[in-house]
């Protein structure tokens, strides 16, 4: 049986040392909370990214389906010119089909400048995602330096 210095022999309880609440959160969890904070900002960029490329992707698509339907009706329009061509020899026969090809060409050239214009305007590079996520970058960079405690270099000696 332990006896306490006072003489009493009452044996103080022994009380684990907890730090006591400053309101500051410690170091540990501040970088427990820039990792959380980090990899939900990064999902979010990935999910911004993902949306731009689909978004890019489908105005592509969009103008090459214009080019592509401009390629069809100007293979019309070249065999009706073709056709009017052959009956210019004979007659007024000729007449319809070149007034049907030259609309058919007309048309044909309009969709293939549409077309070209929407695909050179096309962007499939996530632009907004990159930019962000070089913004959230240095933003966490500016986070550890200041959660990361300052070294200083040794003093000289003289």
Known sequence: MQVSPEGDGVVPAVVPATPAPTGEPSTAEL??????????????????????????????????????????????????????????????????????????????GALGLVGRRRLAASRVAPAQARAELMETANGLREEIRWVTPRRRPPERSS
């Open 31 to 108: 970088l427990r909370g820039l990792a959380g904070d980090a990899t939900t900002l990064v999902r979010k960029e990935v999910l911004l990214a993902r949306q731009e490329v689909t978004e890019g992707l489908t105005a592509t698509a969009k103008a090459g389906s214009l080019l592509a339907a401009a390629g069809v009706l100007a293979a019309y329009g070249f065999g009706f010119l073709l056709a009017a061509a052959a009956r210019a020899v004979g007659g007024p026969a000729w007449l319809g089909p070149l007034i049907v090809g030259g609309a058919l060409a007309l048309v044909a």
